[in-house]
């Protein structure tokens, strides 16, 4: 059985904390099927020190 490709997704944006603090994230939505491709486009839209710290955390489902 195939399964419907996302509509998109959520993307998490982690900044790591300064002197001990706790990391701080962010989260978007992108409607883009392609995770990576949605985490490439997340990460041109808003300004990253590192990929690494951009990623995909749940697919966006269609609309019903």
């Known amino acids: 059985m195939d399964k ?13 904390g300064h002197a001990g ?7 978007f939505n992108a ?3 392609d995770a990576k491709i ?5 990460a041109e ?4 020190k590192s990929a690494a710290n951009v ?5 966006l489902s269609r609309r019903k």
């Open 4 to 16: 419907a490709s996302p509509a998109g997704w959520v993307i998490q944006i982690m900044t790591p």
């Open 21 to 27: 603090a706790a990391p701080t994230f962010r989260y």
């Open 31 to 33: 409607a883009i099927a």
């Open 38 to 42: 949605a985490v490439e486009a997340t």
């Open 45 to 48: 839209h808003v300004t990253v």
């Open 55 to 59: 990623s995909p955390v749940r697919p």
